[in-house]
């Protein structure tokens, strides 16, 4: 299966007269050869379940149908692109399922439950979703070109999902992957890398300049993979917690930090066994993890 054979990304944005809406973070990747990149840095992905945030006119769509993604569910929130996007659902054969609606409130576990349920004789092109709950919980693989706007959110959420989920490769921002990515005493190093660590191996795979995009964005973005990580921590919510009070005045140190968290904030730190003198921005994960399991501890 070969995406040369149709029509280019730009062609169809003319036939179907649609244009770039910033409020939507649309920056479109027209370049086959980018999206491409992109699927490859996802790995196998050959017969296995993928979700897609946002396929816009369908570039990355189609290399991830090209490397063999089954099912891949495309969830875009911008309904111009439906009918853009059917004929592309056609052409997969019925491995493509375009969902109308907003990532930022979608229940990953509920589509892909529904989508394992219908043969792809039965699939149609396009469904704009409300599938019934169910509790199975099915891996799948998440490889976005994120909205802008929406990119941090959107992780957080996958994260706070829990371990088991599935692989992410995720473009954003360049500054953005760079927090995702940061080690203590890093300017980027913060609550982001925190959390995106404490579930996951994460890697700045490459980045892609601006006016690799239509329109450019003002700066560059940058691809990350996140991979589960053989011992992820498990209670997210109190880590969050506890970054925000950490971070939240990060050149004081975290007896004054975490005040806002707890009056004996110099009790907690010497049940983490970290120095009540140390910033935030230098204890590394296992700090935090022990400083997450000490508030969890007094709870
Ligand atoms: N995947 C396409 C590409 O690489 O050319 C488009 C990427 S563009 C950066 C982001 C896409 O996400 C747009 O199509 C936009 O409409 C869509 N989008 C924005 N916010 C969304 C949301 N909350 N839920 C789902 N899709 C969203």
Same mark, same amino acid.
């Given at each position: ?46 017969? !296995?379940?993928?979700? @897609? ?36 659902? @056609? ?91 940061? !080690? ?33 964005? !003002? ?7 996140? !991979? ?53 921005e230098e204890i590394d994960q296992a700090g935090f993890r022990r400083l997450a399991d000490a508030w969890r501890a007094r709870?």
């Open positions: 299966m070969n995406a040369d054979d149709l029509p280019t990304l730009r062609a169809e944005l003319e036939a179907h007269g649609l244009w770039a809406n910033k409020g939507l973070g649309q920056h479109f990747l027209l370049d086959l050869n980018i999206t491409r990149r992109i699927a490859r840095a996802a790995g196998d992905i050959a017969g !296995k379940p993928v979700i @897609e945030v946002g396929p816009g006119p369908g570039g990355l769509t189609r290399a991830l149908l090209e490397a063999g993604a089954d099912p891949l569910i495309a969830i875009e929130k911008d309904a111009r692109f439906l009918p853009l996007l059917a004929p592309l659902a @056609e052409w997969s054969g019925g491995r493509l399922r375009v969902v109308h609606g907003d990532a930022l409130t979608a229940d990953e576990d509920a589509l892909l439950a529904w989508t394992a349920g219908v043969s792809p004789a039965n699939r149609s092109a396009t469904d704009t979703a409300s599938p019934a709950r169910t509790p199975a919980v099915q891996a799948a693989s998440i490889v976005s070109n994120l909205p802008y706007n929406v990119g941090t959110p959107l992780l957080v959420k996958w994260l706070k999902a829990g371990a088991g989920r599935g692989d992410m490769t995720l473009m954003f921002q360049k500054e953005v992957a760079q927090r995702i990515v940061a !080690k203590p005493g890093d300017d980027a190093y913060g609550r982001l890398a925190v959390l995106a660590q404490a579930r996951c191996s994460v890697r700045l795979e490459f980045t892609v300049p601006a006016r690799a995009f239509t329109p450019p964005p !003002k700066i560059a973005s940058a691809v990350v993979t996140l !991979k589960d990580r053989p011992d992820p921590y498990p209670h997210l919510d109190v880590l969050e917690r506890v970054t925000a009070a950490a971070f939240g005045q990060r050149r004081k140190m975290l007896r004054a930090s975490l005040r806002s968290l707890t009056p004996d904030a110099e009790d907690l730190l010497r049940a983490a066994e970290l120095a009540p003198t140390a910033r935030a709870a």
